[in-house]
C-alpha cells in the first residue's frame, strides 16, 4: 500500500488556520478601548438626562403644591372680604332703619372713592386743565380713573368738571371694572389681567396677589390704594349704549353729563362698560 497526503492537510496550512482562529477569537473576547468608552459615555449621558427629569418633575411638584397652598389662601381671603361687604351692608340698613324709627335722616360717611371719566375732547382747553387731565391720567375721551376723595383731588376736579363726569362708585362697578376692562402697568406696558401671577409679581410686596385683593384696596380705599390705583391702567370704556344725553356738555343737575353725578357714575359707567 501506498500512503497518500492530501496537500490541503500539510501542517503549515493548519498552522496559518489556527493562528487565524485564535486572532479572531481574541477580536472578539477582548473590547478594545473604543469599545468600553462608548457605553460609558452613554450610560453618563442617561444618568443626566435621568436627573435632569426628576429635577423637572420634583420642581413641577412643588410648583403645584404650591399653587394649591395660595388658591387656598386667595379663597379664604375672598370669603373674608365677602363677609366684609355683607357686614357693611347689612350695618348700613340697620342705621338706615334706626335713624327711621328716630324720626331722622341717616347720613351716610363722606365717600372716599371716586371714578372719574373723561367725556370731552381737547378743543379749546386752556393750558391748566389739560395739565390737570394729563396728572390724572385721562388722555383720551372715555378714560377712566378711580382716585382717593382728597382735599387736592377736590380741587382738580373742579379745574376739570367741564371735561368730565364722576361720582362715587360701589362695589359692583367696581368689580365689573376690574374683571371686564382691567388691565395693569408691567414694565411701562399695557397687560391684561388675566393671571393672578400679574397683580403679585407687581403689588405683591404690599400684600396684593389676586384679582379679589385688588379690588379690595380700591374699594376700601386701603393703604396701599395709590399703588394698586396707579398699576391699573386707565380704563377704556366704550360710549354710553343709547349714547350721552341731548345736552351733554351741560352739567349733570341742568340735564347733561358732565361734572358731579355722585352715585349716578354707577348707571353710566354700566351703560360704557
Not at 388658591?71 to 338706615?96: C, S
Not at 382735599?151 to 376739570?160: G, H, P, Q
Not at 352739567?251 to 353710566?268: P, Q, S, T, V
Amino acid at each position: 500500500r501506498h500512503s497518500c497526503t492530501l496537500p490541503f492537510l500539510s501542517t503549515p496550512i493548519l498552522t496559518d488556520f489556527t493562528k487565524q482562529s485564535v486572532a479572531k477569537m481574541g477580536a472578539t473576547t477582548v473590547p478594545t478601548k473604543e469599545q468600553i468608552l462608548v457605553p460609558e459615555t452613554l450610560l453618563k449621558k442617561r444618568k443626566s438626562q435621568e436627573k435632569a427629569r426628576a429635577e423637572r418633575t420634583a420642581a413641577l411638584q412643588k410648583k403645584k403644591a404650591a399653587n394649591k397652598e395660595k388658591r387656598g389662601v386667595i379663597f379664604k381671603r375672598a370669603e373674608k372680604y365677602v363677609k366684609e361687604y355683607r357686614d357693611a351692608e347689612r350695618e348700613k340698613i340697620r342705621l338706615h332703619r334706626v335713624a327711621k324709627e328716630n324720626d331722622s335722616a341717616y347720613i351716610p360717611a363722606e365717600a372716599k372713592l371716586i371714578f372719574v371719566v373723561r367725556i370731552k375732547g381737547i378743543n379749546k382747553m386752556p393750558p391748566k386743565p389739560r395739565k390737570t387731565l394729563q396728572l390724572l391720567r385721562l388722555l383720551q375721551i372715555n378714560n377712566g380713573v378711580f382716585i382717593k376723595a382728597t382735599k387736592a383731588t377736590t380741587e382738580m376736579l373742579k379745574i376739570v368738571e367741564p371735561w368730565v363726569a364722576y361720582g362715587y362708585p360701589n362695589l359692583k362697578t367696581i368689580k365689573e371694572l376690574v374683571y371686564k376692562r382691567g388691565y395693569g402697568k408691567v414694565d411701562k406696558q399695557r397687560i391684561a389681567l388675566t393671571d393672578n401671577a400679574i397683580i403679585e409679581e407687581s403689588l405683591g410686596k404690599y400684600g396684593i396677589v389676586c384679582m379679589e385683593d385688588l379690588i379690595h384696596e380700591i374699594y376700601s380705599v386701603g393703604p396701599n390704594f395709590k399703588q394698586a390705583s396707579n398699576f391699573l391702567w386707565p380704563f377704556k370704556l366704550s360710549n354710553p349704549t343709547g349714547g350721552f344725553r341731548p345736552r351733554k356738555f351741560k352739567h349733570f343737575i341742568e340735564g347733561g353729563d358732565l361734572g358731579n353725578r355722585e352715585e349716578a357714575i354707577n348707571a353710566l359707567v354700566r351703560q360704557m362698560n
